[in-house]
Structures are given as C-alpha cells and as structure tokens.
C-alpha cells in the first residue's frame, strides 16, 4: 500500500496514535510480515464507526474490509477499546486538573430501576405481562394459578378447562 492515500476526517492524530499504539497488543513475531500498518487499520476501522458504513463499503485505499474487521473484532475480545477509552479518560481529567480517577460516583433512583433485568416467569423466558399464546402454556398458567401444576409438567392427566376437573 502506498502512503499517498487520500486524507479523511476520521484518520488518527499523531498524538492521539501515541495514545493507542501503546493498547494494542504487540506482534507475535511467527507469521508473515504485516502488509498494512496498524495506524491505517485503526483508521479503517475509526471511518466504519464514525461514518457508520457497512464494513464491505471501506474506500477502497484503505485495508481491505475483512483484515479490518478482523483486527477489530480480536481487539474487542481483547479488550483493547476498554483500555484506550480509560486512557483517553484519564488523560482529559489530567488535562482539566482533576484526579485520574474520581474519587466519587452518584447513582440516581431511575439508574438504578433501569439497570435491573426483567422478571421472568417460572418456565425461563416467559412474559408474565402477555397471554400466553399455546394452548399448553394457557394449561400451565392456569394450575399456577391454583398453587399446582404436578400433573401439568409430567404429562400423567389431562386437565379440561371447560370441567375444571383432572
């Protein structure tokens, strides 16, 4: 790849490179040598997330969509974005004269209410809020109801609903 590549927006700073060289994971060594930088495929995948792209419409004089894809998906498993972002963090509280680290966080009433998962019914993912659709999960919800469903799971009786009887 030549480096007289048409300059986007999205292209990293140098000093913003500084900052990421030092998250990425270093080469291994085994393999063949790299065919493109790691900059350009931090760029490829900086024009995809700014440009919001599919990944197969990168320009065509950046790394082919599939390496870059590649490299992200392994740094994302890798955790790579976590560290850069905590370091671009710590640098901007740096950088406004606070601490590197708050010393404090608040959690308001809402926060809280929205971060905990749905309830769930007693057979894994069923909505308590919906009617149940089959006729089966109509059967099992209504000896529920009555406090036992013994029958109901092991498939010994028959309950009719018209009789209310086993």
Do not use: C
């Not at 999205?10 to 913003?16: E, L, P, Q």
């Not at 900086?46 to 599919?54: D, E, L, P």
């Not at 149940?132 to 013994?150: E, Q, Y």
């Amino acid at each position: 790849m030549t480096n007289t590549r048409q300059h986007y927006p999205t292209d990293v700073s140098n000093k913003a490179w500084k900052v990421i060289k030092k998250s990425l994971p270093v080469a291994s060594g085994n393999g063949r040598p790299r065919e493109y930088a790691l900059r350009e495929i931090v760029n490829a995948i900086f024009y995809v997330a700014r440009g919001g792209i599919a990944w197969r419409m990168l320009p065509h004089d950046l790394p082919p969509w599939s390496l870059t894809y590649y490299y992200y998906w392994h740094w994302k498993k890798a955790g790579v974005w976590e560290a850069v972002n905590a370091e671009l963090v710590e640098l901007s509280r740096k950088k406004t004269g606070r601490r590197k680290r708050p010393s404090l966080g608040i959690l308001d009433s809402q926060s809280v209410k929205s971060a905990t998962p749905p309830r769930r019914g007693a057979y894994g993912g069923e909505d308590l809020g919906m009617a149940p659709r089959s006729r089966a999960a109509r059967s099992r919800r209504a000896a529920r109801s009555r406090g036992w469903a013994g029958p109901l799971l092991t498939g010994t009786r028959r309950f009719t609903a018209a009789s209310g009887m086993w």
